[in-house]
């Protein structure tokens, strides 16, 4: 099938890109926070909606990634990591290890910045954050994060679905 906006053919897609392509032409989502999320827009358009989808799903990836980091502490394992959403004045969210009630915290505005909290030691810094720009192409929505070898292992899969997507 050839899709006369972009060019591409259904073919030369991803399997990922491929189905959310499907799911922005239906509006039926497989995440239930898309399904929320969606559920604020009702008629956007199924091109914006291919965008957001796309951004939802590297961001997904992340704070997937970053909430199963787990170590082993006095022989049982921890979860290492929580996150705080900030979008733009406040934290929208707090100290939170819930994907779901991340993601629906998550595109309130044009800008957020997603804070990973240490688990074991609440009161110290974490290991960085990433900051989150909506608005342009999905792929890219992880515009910028902490520079130190924790953030970009915990960033890696998102990183590579981001360059799979783009």
């Not at 008629?43 to 291919?50: F, G, H, I, T, V």
């Not at 939802?56 to 049982?76: E, F, K, N, S, W």
């Not at 990433?130 to 929505?141: E, F, K, R, T």
């Given at each position: 099938?050839?899709?006369?906006?972009?060019?591409?053919?259904?073919?030369?897609?991803?399997?990922?890109?491929?189905?959310?392509?499907?799911?922005?032409?239906?509006?039926?989502?497989v995440h239930?926070?898309?399904?929320?999320?969606?559920?604020k827009y009702p008629k956007m358009d199924p091109d914006l909606r291919l965008r957001w989808l796309v951004a939802r799903a590297v961001i997904r990836r992340a704070v997937?990634?970053?909430?199963?980091?787990?170590?082993?502490?006095?022989?049982?394992?921890?979860?290492l990591y929580s996150i705080t959403v900030q979008d733009g004045e406040d934290e929208s969210l707090r100290c939170c290890r819930n994907a779901g009630t991340i993601m629906d915290a998550i595109g309130a505005s044009d800008e957020e910045i997603l804070v990973v909290r240490d688990n074991l030691n609440p009161?110290?810094?974490?290991?960085g954050w990433i900051m989150l720009v909506h608005g342009n192409d999905?792929?890219?929505?992880?515009?910028d994060h902490a520079d130190n070898p924790t953030m970009s292992s915990l960033l890696a899969q998102a990183d590579a679905l981001a360059e799979e997507l783009s």
């Amino acid at each position: 099938m050839h899709n006369a906006t972009s060019g591409i053919t259904e073919t030369t897609l991803s399997p990922t890109k491929a189905a959310l392509r499907a799911q922005a032409s239906t509006g039926e989502f497989v995440h239930t926070d898309d399904t929320l999320f969606f559920g604020k827009y009702p008629k956007m358009d199924p091109d914006l909606r291919l965008r957001w989808l796309v951004a939802r799903a590297v961001i997904r990836r992340a704070v997937h990634d970053i909430l199963a980091a787990q170590d082993t502490l006095d022989g049982q394992k921890v979860d290492l990591y929580s996150i705080t959403v900030q979008d733009g004045e406040d934290e929208s969210l707090r100290c939170c290890r819930n994907a779901g009630t991340i993601m629906d915290a998550i595109g309130a505005s044009d800008e957020e910045i997603l804070v990973v909290r240490d688990n074991l030691n609440p009161k110290a810094a974490g290991p960085g954050w990433i900051m989150l720009v909506h608005g342009n192409d999905g792929w890219d929505v992880l515009a910028d994060h902490a520079d130190n070898p924790t953030m970009s292992s915990l960033l890696a899969q998102a990183d590579a679905l981001a360059e799979e997507l783009s």
